[in-house]
């Protein structure tokens, strides 16, 4: 579990639509960052079902609220990670995200 915060990008770099990766800096996780219509998510940037990274040319879909994994086709709700569609069954975890000095920062808070 990381206690520091990660800056993944400025505000005005994740605009509603858009998606944001960076690294956890202490465990290494990366995390991709979602900016729904204002509000802010954040995953691990990982597929659960290959371990392919999400925003890897992966397609965020803001009217759904979905990322779908571009290797096979895995969709998961980016507001809690959960599966939509087959292959993925698995969760993808969910980090805290906050706006800070003008940034946006996450961290992996797994235990």
Do not use: Q
């Not at 759904?64 to 087959?86: K, Q, W, Y």
């Amino acid at each position: 579990m990381s206690e520091t915060w990660t800056f993944v990008c400025a505000t005005e770099e994740l605009l509603p639509g858009e998606m944001r990766s960076g690294f956890d800096e202490v465990t290494g996780t990366p995390i991709v960052v979602f900016n729904l219509d204002g509000d802010l998510y954040a995953l691990e940037d990982r597929c659960s079902h290959a371990e392919f990274e999400l925003s890897a040319a992966g397609t965020f879909d803001a009217d759904t609220g979905s990322i779908e994994c571009v290797l096979h086709g895995a969709r998961f709700d980016i507001r809690e990670g959960v599966p939509l569609c087959g292959p993925a069954y698995a969760p993808v975890p969910k980090f805290p995200v906050k706006v800070e000095h003008g940034g946006v920062w996450s961290r992996d808070d797994r235990d």
